[in-house]
């Protein structure tokens, strides 16, 4: 039961590079998320998906993209990474319903920019 | 002022002790709480989630909601070594559709 799944675990990046953050779930979500978590920051909403074929930026979308590729899927990419982009980056997916929002997260992906 | 607050701690709590976190929120139309704790260098998990006033008993944990004060709180009865943690205080307002603003999260730190 992987329920979501992203890779990769750990990376290390130059400045100036990009990268692609890869993510999927088999609990038949339809909607992800991608937040960052930084020391003393809590948890930040990047990008996220409410259904197949919709995204949203969250409240720090500057210097991501997203795809959401099928309603398994949803990629993160870094175009031009900046020391700044430096974080712990978890991917999550949910089914929102009126009783409340259950979020389910992935294992973490360590990003270092240098 | 963020949104949800949560005292960072760390918390220092003897085992077997009750360990107390509090966490307040500004968005007075809030409906959704939940709390999720996260061990050190894992992913956050959830604990337990809350939607009326009161209290919300689910095993060694208590949840209590008083939306009048806007505040949210967690109790860890008899906390274990294990309990040591950083708890996240999660809330969902009603028009942010499926979406949690997340406090910066307490750390929780059980001695023997």
């Known amino acids: 039961n992987a329920g979501v799944t992203q890779t990769p675990k750990f990376q290390v990046l130059k400045t100036g590079q990009s990268m692609t953050l890869q993510c999927a779930q088999d609990?038949?979500?339809?909607?992800m998320y991608w937040y960052r978590q930084d020391p003393g920051m809590g948890l930040r909403l990047i990008y996220y998906?409410?259904?197949?074929?919709?995204?949203d930026k969250g409240e720090v979308p500057n210097g991501y993209n997203v795809s959401r590729l099928n309603k398994r899927e949803f990629s993160l990419r870094l175009e031009s990474a900046a020391p700044s982009q430096t974080s712990v980056y978890f991917c999550?997916?949910?089914?929102?319903?009126?009783?409340?929002?259950?979020?389910?997260f992935g294992e973490g992906s360590w990003l270092t920019v240098v | 002022q963020k949104e949800v607050e949560q005292n960072s701690g760390p918390l220092s709590v003897p085992e077997g002790a009750i360990a107390s976190l509090n966490c307040t929120y500004s968005?007075?139309?809030?409906?959704?709480f939940f709390w999720y704790r996260q061990y050190s260098g894992k992913s956050p998990e959830l604990i337990m989630s809350?939607?009326?006033?009161g209290d919300k008993e689910d095993g060694r944990f208590t949840a209590q909601l008083n939306k009048a004060s806007q505040y949210v709180s967690l109790l860890i009865r008899d906390s274990q070594p294990s309990d040591s943690a950083t708890y996240l205080c999660?809330?969902?307002?009603?028009?942010?559709?499926?979406?949690?603003?997340f406090g910066a999260g307490t750390q929780v730190v059980v001695t023997p």
């Open positions: 968005d007075r139309g809030s409906q959704s």
């Open positions: 809350i939607y009326s006033n």
């Open positions: 998906s409410a259904s197949e074929g919709t995204t």
């Open positions: 609990m038949n979500h339809n909607s």
């Open positions: 999550a997916s949910s089914e929102p319903r009126a009783s409340g929002n259950t979020i389910y």
């Open positions: 999660a809330v969902k307002s009603p028009d942010s559709w499926g979406k949690l603003q």
